[in-house]
């Protein structure tokens, strides 16, 4: 059973940036796409974008592209959000998951939820 961990987020100002990793463990990926997610205060967890451990399958939520960028160490077994031109609507806890590729990768089909990390974006 794959096991992800998310890094410590932080308080960063608006327009800053901030990288989160989240490391994995417990299994091989090559079958998973791994997913982030954002929850904000008192909202539901929206997605963030997903992508492939082996390939070059990338997709990002209209809110981040531009902005966000998902990348991944294989080396580390590690999967990166850089966050640029962070906004206040962007604070809130940020999750990564995994999702067998052949499901549909609605966020129902994620498991091995990390515990979240918190982020926040000073105005």
């Known amino acids: 059973q794959v096991q992800l961990v998310e890094s410590v987020g932080g308080l960063v100002q608006t327009g800053g940036s901030l990288r989160l990793s989240c490391a994995a463990s417990?299994?091989?990926?090559?079958?998973?796409?791994i997913g982030w997610f954002h929850e904000a205060p008192g909202l539901e967890r929206e997605f963030v974008g997903r992508?492939?451990?082996?390939?070059?399958?990338?997709v990002y939520a209209d809110s981040v592209r531009g902005r966000f960028t998902i990348s991944r160490d294989h080396a580390k077994n590690s999967i990166y959000l850089q966050m640029r031109r962070l906004k206040p609507e962007d604070t809130g806890v940020y999750y990564c998951?995994?999702?067998?590729?052949?499901?549909?990768?609605?966020?129902?089909?994620?498991?091995?939820w990390g515990q979240g990390t918190q982020v926040t974006v000073s105005s």
């Open positions: 998951a995994a999702c067998w590729i052949l499901s549909v990768c609605a966020q129902v089909d994620f498991h091995s």
């Open positions: 417990g299994g091989t990926l090559n079958d998973f796409y």
């Open positions: 992508t492939r451990w082996i390939g070059n399958s990338t």
